[in-house]
T-cell receptor
Framework: DADVTQTPRNRITKTGKRIMLECSQT?????MYWYRQDPGLGLRLIYY???????NKGEISDGYSVSRQAQAKFSLSLESAIPNQTALYFC???????????????FGDGTRLSIL | RKEVEQDPGPFNVPEGATVAFNCTYS??????FFWYRQDCRKEPKLLMS???SGNEDGRFTAQLNRASQYISLLIRDSKLSDSATYLC????????????FGKGTRLSVIA
């Protein structure tokens, strides 16, 4: 079984719909992240969470919201989807490494989201 | 200066060649450095961490140059299966901030 699981893997929906992407992990990591990736733009951080109930905005949080109700789960919502939110979305996790440096991040398989 | 900067490539090399990528970072206080590999439309996967003393894993060698603020990745005896995008990843500030990902360098190994 994958350590970081994203659902759904693929989703096609219409403009204006509310969409939720789920991420669950069995790695026991405290830290979780949501990214989107568009061709030529690399990975862009949407939101991140360092613990349950801890939520932080990333580079491109407008139009998105997240929920971290349990250590193992971090969900991303698009309240009213628009076509330019069509992208590949990744969830990632990492462990805390004291006060010096950070642990590497581990990614889920991704969710391909298309908004028509 | 961008936080993490990489030459996007593509680097087109024949099988068996040696190829090297550099990546520059802007924050001299950065402590953690990684190379990730990403295949087309797949998730990034950790290739190796980069330590101050440098490290080697088979055909792959990573180096850190703090004075010039860059890290490098050397791939020896390139294989077709090495074709991918290589992402340079750095923490910009303290341990309480997310990692910053470069946009990647694309490598194509040609038969």
């Amino acid at each position: 079984d994958a350590d970081v699981t994203q659902t759904p893997r693929n989703r096609i929906t219409k403009t204006g719909k509310r969409i939720m992407l789920e991420c669950s992990q069995t790695k026991g990591h405290d830290r979780m992240y949501w990214y989107r990736q568009d061709p030529g733009l690399g990975l862009r951080l949407i939101y991140y969470s360092f613990d349950v109930k801890d939520i932080n905005k990333g580079e491109i949080s407008d139009g998105y919201s997240v929920s971290r109700q349990a250590q193992a789960k971090f969900s991303l919502s698009l309240e009213s989807a628009i076509p330019n939110q069509t992208a590949l979305y990744f969830c990632a996790t990492s462990d805390k490494l004291g006060t010096v440096g950070v642990e590497a991040q581990h990614f889920g398989d991704g969710t391909r989201l298309s908004i028509l | 200066r961008k936080e993490v900067e990489q030459d996007p490539g593509p680097f087109n090399v024949p099988e068996g060649a040696t190829v090297a990528f550099n990546c520059t970072y802007s924050n001299s206080a950065s402590q953690s450095f990684f190379w990730y590999r990403q295949d087309c439309r797949k998730e990034p996967k950790l290739l190796m961490s980069v330590y101050s003393s440098g490290n080697e894993d088979g055909r792959f060698t990573a180096q850190l140059n703090r004075a010039s603020q860059y890290i490098s990745l050397l791939i020896r005896d390139s294989k077709l299966s090495d074709s991918a995008t290589y992402l340079c990843v750095v923490n910009m500030r303290s341990g309480n901030t997310p990692l910053v990902f470069g946009k990647g360098t694309r490598l194509s190994v040609i038969a």
